[in-house]
T-cell receptor, first 116, second 112 residues
Framework: DGGITQSPKYLFRKEGQNVTLSCEQN?????MYWYRQDPGQGLRLIYY???????QKGDIAEGYSVSREKKESFPLTVTSAQKNPTAFYLC???????????????FGDGTRLSIL | GEDVEQSLFLSVREGDSSVINCTYT??????LYWYKQEPGAGLQLLTY?????DMKQDQRLTVLLNKKDKHLSLRIADTQTGDSAIYFC????????????FGAGTQVVVTP
């Protein structure tokens, strides 16, 4: 079955540590997205990528980094510069239709990150 | 600028209809979406409507769009306990390269 796989489901970070969240999709989607979800605040866009080897900052990119070396994969690194990383992180993907794209986004099951 | 607003909480009795409301500010929205999120899970696409439509029905779900007032609603008929979840409204804009603007979500609690 096609879908989006996020791993791990739960992740703990120590002070000063970088951690990487995995997102893999087998939907053959061009675009991939990372969101952060905090209680009562909805989803905020961290980074997005429309094509391999290209990505753009979203609304809250500071303290995060991404790479897009393969179409199927879009890992997110939460760096030590992110002082409040505790949140639920969601990865999504969609068919890319260009500047006027309006394709639905499909989501993984999320990774919950906490500070030790 | 873009903004999507929803009420934060809705309580409904099992068997009744639920109506979840959403307002958006950007008139250049093209598609408007409803997603459902169960505890500890990702978002599940429920339905979406193109901005030149007034209504869309899909089994127990009815989406109403009032473009003049920039108001979107999702009606769930015969609400069941399995409908308890957070519901998100989202919009895409005409030149956003597929980016979404999400509301904060409405927590729906279904009571027996």
């Amino acid at each position: 079955d096609g879908g989006i796989t996020q791993s791990p489901k739960y992740l703990f970070r120590k002070e000063g540590q970088n951690v990487t969240l995995s997102c893999e999709q087998n939907l053959n989607h061009d675009a991939m997205y990372w969101y952060r979800q905090d209680p009562g605040q909805g989803l905020r866009l961290i980074y997005y990528s429309q094509i391999v080897n290209d990505f753009q900052k979203g609304d809250i990119a500071e303290g995060y980094s991404v790479s897009r070396e393969k179409k199927e994969s879009f890992p997110l690194t939460v760096t030590s510069a992110q002082k409040n990383p505790t949140a639920f992180y969601l990865c999504a993907s969609s068919i890319m239709g260009g500047q006027y794209s309006n394709q639905p986004q499909h989501f993984g099951d999320g990774t919950r990150l906490s500070i030790l | 600028g873009e903004d999507v607003e929803q009420s934060l909480f809705l309580s409904v009795r099992e068997g009744d209809s639920s109506v979840i409301n959403c307002t958006y500010t950007d008139s250049s929205s093209t598609y408007l979406y409803w997603y459902k999120q169960e505890p500890g899970a990702g978002l599940q696409l429920l339905t979406y409507i193109f901005s030149n439509m007034d209504m869309k029905q899909d089994q127990r779900l009815t989406v109403l769009l009032n473009k003049k007032d920039k108001h979107l609603s999702l009606r769930i008929a015969d609400t069941q306990t399995g409908d308890s979840a957070i519901y998100f409204c989202a919009e895409t804009l005409t030149d956003s390269w597929g980016k979404f603007q999400f509301g904060a979500g409405t927590q729906v609690v279904v009571t027996p």
